[in-house]
């Protein structure tokens, strides 16, 4: 069979794969899929990746992090030009999420491999292990940069407190060697990542791809009022040392914050609290919460933190209260390769596709990948903005039209376009 | 033994009593007292309590709601002065509250005793049952008062779903009975009730009594804000529908509609509060919470309601989340009458108290007494304001004021003085 035109991925097949890794996992009561790093159903949804790898004809494998990998191998080993996503999940997801993006790469790989020639450069699809946080997150990509720590191999565990150790040795892995799964930088040409949106832009400003241009960066605390928790009835307003009043000022404090100190691109969210006693008939003695908030900008970041701090110690002070915060967590933001984002701006404009450049509001493996090499990410859209949910959802044809995106860009890169080694 | 000033209470009379009341359900490690309604130690207590009304000569009796009696009779047997509180307890409770008032109300029938006459006026000391609430409160003076139903009878439950019902048949109560406790209103000449004050107003005063003028009315509303949620990266911040930042704008809006709408007495906490899905990186989409809101008169507490419904209906409205309230339970406000009032400052004018006349912004059983019959009640002050806890604490020497100025009171009372019947 031959064909004319220029080559098109294959929507049956992305179809067919996509429902295939749905069914492991699967929940037959809620329709979510459960398939948490290091679970059963996740290594099943790798040997079922590695298998359908091998049946199309490139070259699988995998490393000391469980990330698994299939090669199409080209006239240079490397840098290789890289490809993924990951195919575990949150606990009751939805059927894309990372998955989509390791479907459509490896449907990007066949397509390349049956289109005759070798490229001039090797392609790899990775799908990297524990994006999702059971033990912590980018738990593959980490390791595949080299950031991963023995430390953090002996001390993660998930929320019910199994320790990643014994997950992994469950499987027959052994821990330590996922410090083996670190890849020079050198090795890496660029990397691509389709990814669902997982928020609401594309899907109500009905286009069909985004080219993300940053991946934001997250500051994650927990904070804490203490105040003294009194009798709701006996004691008077002006004697109160109300935390959860504290709490209310602080986050009514919050659009004010982001407009001062924030950009476009600012967020902030308090998603838990806890307010101890907890009783109705009880003043608040105390409150503990959650602040996530992400800029694209450390020094935004960095201006927002500060403005943060001035809140709470003002809302403290005026209420009586006490307050500390902890950083729990940290991502930095990182800027996509302004090479690549133009590579797959032109390649969506010769599509004919309705595309707009954006910023990623969540955390993804290309942002753990884009300390040590040039990453990109395409989105697809998000039905109604939602994800990590049964009810996550793109049409095909939005897939097709990202997937398709993705093969022009790839197969590009793949011949040595842009970021040759030769020009640095 | 002859007196020729005017009869005092003996301390260490009332200590011992408080004391040994103390060790029935307390707990070792805590310090605290478990002594909650119909449980062992609460029968135990009432054993105890009904073998010291005994002892001291006076009449002792229970009725259908296992409310505690111990009568001085007089000359006329109806309508009756009448002294008490209640000596359930919360869990972990200290040892003063209702306790106090009852031990305090039988100090003082002890001393009426054994001063030779019998009063003009039968005095009657009572121990309501279950006033704090292990199922659902003040049940004792609701019975006494006949404002219970047998449909109550039947469907309360403790927070363990033990019915009522189940509680009082293990101890050989009927519990249908209850419904027998019933007085008729005119067989109750005046009710005065001697309690903690559970706040800090007259111990940040250095007072030694307050006379409470008015028992608070409360209304307790559970409500609930629906938004969206979603994920806390990718969805911008005008696209949101935070439920719990809904809640943070309505909390902000408390203060400003107690001063447009309350009085000096009004109150309002927001005490329980459950935010869903409550992750740290999720947009809250529901948030459940309680509002407690207080004042001693009813045409404010209407305006309050209208006003507090009108700031959910606006922050609804502003946030894109739907609100909705549902009433959980209602306690009427009561005056004290003022010729006990006036009856109670006179006499501690006389002892030379220093005392103030203030507003219980608890409920008490007055507060159910009084729907029926004239009711007046004198506080005593809460060290720090603590109550419901170990903590709990008033000094001998402000027991001792107070439990003089109740038998000035009580003597008074009982000699006829004040709300005689025959000068309505």
Partial sequence: MSSTGPPRVDIERIKADILALAEIGRDERSRGIYRMAFSDADM????WLLHRIEENGLRPGSDGAANISGVLDGERDSPRVMVGSHIDTVPCAGMLDGTLGVVVGLECLRVMKTSGQPPARTVELIAFSDEEGRFGGTFGSEAFTGQLTPQRLESARDLDGVPLRDAMLAHGLDPMRALDARRPPEEIAAY???????GPVLDEAR????IVEQITGLRSWSLRFDGEANHAGTTPMSYRKDAFMGLADFAHELPRILEENGGDHSRATIGKAEIRP??????PGAVEFSLDFRDPSEPVLDELSLAIQKALAAVARRRGLRFEFQPQGEILPVDCHPDLVDLLAAEAARLGLRSKRMLSGAAHDAQVVGRIAPVAMVFVPSKGGLSHSPAEWTSW?????GAQLMLGALTKLAAGAVLDEDQP
Same sequence: chains 1, 2.
Avoid: F, M, T, Y
């Fill in 192 to 198: 691509l990542e389709l990814h669902i949106e997982q």
């Fill in 397 to 401: 044809e939005d897939i097709e039209a």
């Fill in 44 to 47: 099943e949804g790798k040997r």
């Fill in 278 to 283: 907890g009783a109705p008939n009880s003043v």
């Fill in 207 to 210: 286009l069909q791809v985004g």
